[in-house]
Nanobody, 124 residues
Framework: QVQLVESGGGLVPAGRSLRLSCAASGRTFSSYAMGWFRQAPGKERESVAA????????YYADSVKGRFTISRDNAKNTVYLQMNILKLEDTADYYCAARGVSYYSTEHRAYDYWGQGTQVTVSS
């Protein structure tokens, strides 16, 4: 069982940065591949970034490639999403998720555990 708690969301002007954190409970965090998803009002949940359990392999959606960076610190049981050059279209609720295998997935149904989400609002 893994419990996930996101933090770091907020209201930010376009062009600025935010860093989201997702703290995981339990001693087996390093056994889980992790993903960040987002869901804007009226839209489906979409994969933003993902990382395998070792941290050596990552994935980014085309819409965030070059602006967002996912990383993890297994010693701190935490995964991060550094978001730079934020755009209006990045506004959404952001969720972290964990799956109990080594490799990530971009499908939200592949994840076993979810955080409660943190809201990111980018203003013009």
């Amino acid at each position: 069982q893994v419990q996930l708690v996101e933090s770091g969301g907020g209201l930010v002007p376009a062009g600025r940065s935010l860093r989201l954190s997702c703290a995981a409970s339990g001693r087996t965090f390093s056994s889980y591949a992790m993903g960040w998803f987002r869901q804007a009002p009226g839209k489906e949940r979409e994969s933003v970034a993902a990382i395998n359990r070792s941290g050596h392999r990552t994935y980014y959606a085309d819409s965030v490639k070059g602006r967002f960076t996912i990383s993890r610190d297994n010693a701190k049981n935490t995964v991060y999403l550094q978001m730079n050059i934020l755009k209006l279209e990045d506004t959404a609720d952001y969720y972290c998720a964990a799956r109990g295998v080594s490799y990530y997935s971009t499908e939200h149904r592949a994840y076993d555990y979810w955080g409660q989400g943190t809201q990111v609002t980018v203003s013009s």
